[in-house]
């Protein structure tokens, strides 16, 4: 059984940067084909993609966001770690990992409320 | 990027009803389309990828369809946990993994 899940503060500063951690189990990201994804969702909104990285340590980010974004892996922990810098209160959102077997998003972790505000 | 047209942005249903929802992409995609279930406070769940092969624990009453730049979703014989916001995906173009802007289903 596949389980993600996502740790994190859940109230940073205006500027501050975001350093979320996906823990998994049930899968291993040095596994050919594999990846793991960040997708958020502002409060009411749609689900934006931010970052992937996959088994091989091949990276891809969000057009819009990748000046501020790093995704990275430790395998041996089976963790991914998403950092965001300078947020800004529109960050706002839960944040959810997901693995990435193949072409869809499946399972997804239960998501992690991160809020934006001095 | 590939841009996700959902079409209705909710609706309203009654148990029972068959509920279809469009997915209209700006590129053609083939048929990498994926859709998704989310219920309020809860994880978006896979139902269908590749737009019409159902994920194994998914009730046959969905189905999907369509290739190219055009896909839908259908549910038969709507049942109460079935209300719930849906989303397509694509994953053909990438990055980045676009996502429609959701439908609602909500009780009629």
């Known amino acids: 059984q596949i389980t993600l899940k996502e740790s994190g503060p859940t109230l940073v500063k205006p500027t501050q940067t975001l350093t979320l951690t996906c823990t998994f189990s049930?899968?291993?990201?040095?596994?050919?084909?594999?990846?793991v994804g960040w997708i958020r969702q502002p409060p009411g909104k749609a689900l934006e993609w931010l970052a992937l990285?996959?088994?091989?340590?091949?990276?891809r980010y969000s057009p819009a966001l990748k000046n501020r974004l790093t995704i990275t892996k430790d395998t041996s922990k089976n963790q991914v770690v998403l950092t965001m810098t300078n947020m800004d209160p529109v960050d706002t959102a839960t944040y959810y990992c997901a693995h990435l077997p193949g072409t869809g998003f499946a399972p997804w972790g239960q998501g992690t409320l991160v809020t934006v505000s001095s | 990027d590939v841009q996700m047209t959902q079409s209705p942005f909710s609706l309203s249903a009654s148990i029972g009803d068959t509920v279809t929802i469009t997915c209209r992409t700006s590129q053609n995609i083939r048929s990498y389309v994926n859709w998704y279930q989310q219920k309020p406070g809860k994880a978006p769940k896979l139902l269908i990828y590749a737009a019409s092969n159902l994920k194994g624990d998914v009730p046959s009453r969905f189905s999907g369809s369509g290739s190219g730049t055009d896909f839908t979703l259908t549910i038969s014989s709507l049942q109460p946990e079935d209300f719930a916001t849906y989303y397509c995906?694509?994953?053909?173009?990438?990055?980045?993994?676009?996502f429609g802007q959701g439908t609602k289903v909500e009780v009629k």
């Open positions: 990285i996959y088994w091989d340590d091949d990276k």
């Open positions: 995906q694509q994953s053909y173009i990438t990055p980045p993994w676009t």
């Open positions: 049930g899968f291993s990201l040095s596994t050919s084909g594999v990846g």
